[in-house]
């Protein structure tokens, strides 16, 4: 295939510099975005009497049957060509002849490209957006669930304070939103055409971007023409939210890892979502999460690829920024792949809620509840803390819990303790008694997910 730049040069390309440049291998995927692109050029250009309207119409028609023939396997890639942008345009010009060659006036591959990744982003952030919302929604109905399940919370992975497990699932559930907010956010600042931009400096032709603007669904034009074309500020934000989103599944993965382990047997994966062993036949293996976890790992070189490859460059446009699309690809294509698999996973699991509630009993986790009911009957709060710690450690020597201590025996330690106390330190109570906003009581809870729902 003839190059479209060809007439500058007196020797045919390299065969190995060719495929040194070539990005169709990657940048296809991008196949219907830069027809659409394309189709709305071809049609500000036949409205602005640039090219005659009966070349515009007959640009479209067959770009339209170019774009039909490749939906349906009716038409392949070639190797041949340096990207889809060349693909395209040469497929049109196969078919069309001359008037084929009449598309590119007064557009660029430069800005073609930065359009061209715009469109293709656009949806895929919305792609994902909707994954995130499919796994907030099954986290929101696991947390309605397990309203009233107890669980140990934890610090420095030491049993710390009792919680409800909806309280804990509703953390991960915020960060999603967090993340979604995110990915919104990023989207609002990309969506601008930078179509019309051409290589760098704009063009003389009469053309109307805001036109190719509103008929792409973009908010408006980019300002600049030299930003226009060296813009992947957008890549860095999408990357970035996709890198977040990763840690989080990570840091979810890795406490299902935890619950899934004999130690802990919180929870029990499905079957269908967890591996074996080649040797130990007993074994049963997050794997799912095991991946996402690392994969979390590979979506941060993604980012860093970007922001390293951008770093140094001058304006405008230069080759480096063809490195762009591969990572930006893979980061969301791991993200759409992880979320897809981490939702069922959620929703298949088994709840193993007596496990929670005998851990939370064993971790003198009610040990702050104990210390408040001595500050509540008028001891200052550290002194409080003192005799708690010194009836924790009585409990651990002898071998029981808070509850099953003699009343006797607290009053060895503190005269302000009643009979009443055990309904202080009582494991269920003591939860749903945090009733400050965000908190594991039931009404918090609630409160969390009908703002979440909302």
Excluded at 11 to 19: A, C, F, G, L, W
Excluded at 359 to 373: E, R, V, W
Excluded at 422 to 436: M, N, P, V
Aim: net charge negative.
């Amino acid at each position: 295939m003839a190059k479209m730049w060809a007439g500058r040069f007196k020797k045919e390309e390299n065969k190995e510099v060719n495929d040194f440049n070539s990005s169709i291998s990657f940048d296809s995927r991008m196949y219907k975005n830069d027809i659409l692109g394309s189709i709305a050029h071809a049609t500000m250009l036949g409205n602005q009497n640039i090219i005659e309207q009966k070349d515009s119409e007959l640009i479209i028609k067959t770009l339209s049957e170019i774009l039909e023939d490749i939906d349906n396997g009716n038409l392949e890639f070639s190797n041949d060509a340096e990207d889809i942008h060349m693909f395209i345009e040469g497929e049109l010009t196969k078919r069309i002849g001359d008037i084929g060659k009449k598309l590119h006036t007064a557009r660029s591959r430069n800005d073609q490209v930065a359009l061209d990744i715009r469109l293709y982003l656009k949806e895929e952030v919305e792609t994902i957006k909707s994954l995130i919302c499919k796994l907030l929604n099954e986290i929101i109905n696991l947390a309605e669930e397990n309203k009233y399940t107890i669980m140990p919370g934890y610090t420095h992975l030491q049993r710390a304070q009792p919680i409800t497990f909806a309280n804990h699932l509703l953390a991960y559930a915020y960060m999603l939103k967090r993340d979604l907010n995110r990915f919104d956010d990023a989207l609002n600042r990309m969506n601008y055409s930078p179509l019309g931009s051409c290589a760098l400096a704009g063009t003389t032709y009469p053309i109307d971007r805001d036109f190719v603007a509103e008929r792409l669904n973009f908010k408006g034009i980019v300002k600049n023409s030299l930003d226009g074309v060296s813009d992947r500020d957008f890549c860095c934000e999408i990357a970035s939210a996709a890198s977040i989103l990763m840690m989080h599944l990570s840091r979810f993965s890795e406490e299902i890892i935890l619950w899934s382990s004999w130690e802990f047997k919180f929870i029990e994966l499905d079957d269908a979502y967890s591996t074996g062993s080649s040797i130990m036949p007993q074994k049963k293996n997050p794997d799912i999460c095991e991946l996402i976890r690392g994969k979390t790992g590979r979506v941060y070189g993604d980012l860093n690829t970007l922001l390293v490859m951008l770093k140094g460059l001058p304006l405008a446009y230069n080759k480096d920024m063809q490195e762009d699309k591969e990572a930006i690809f893979d980061a969301l294509d791991t993200v759409k792949m992880c979320l897809s698999i981490f939702t069922p996973m959620l929703k298949t699991m088994k709840i193993n809620k007596d496990n929670m509630r005998k851990a939370a009993a064993k971790g003198f986790i009610n040990a702050t509840d104990l210390a408040d009911y001595l500050v509540k009957k008028g001891m200052p709060f550290r002194d409080a803390y003192k005799i708690s710690g010194s009836i924790v450690a009585y409990s651990i020597d002898n071998d029981l819990v808070l509850e099953e201590i003699k009343l006797d025996k607290y009053k060895e330690y503190s005269q302000l303790f009643e009979n009443d106390l055990y309904d202080a330190i009582d494991l269920e109570k003591a939860t749903f008694r945090r009733t400050s906003k965000g908190a594991s009581g039931i009404e918090s809870v609630e409160a969390q997910i009908n703002d979440l729902r909302s």
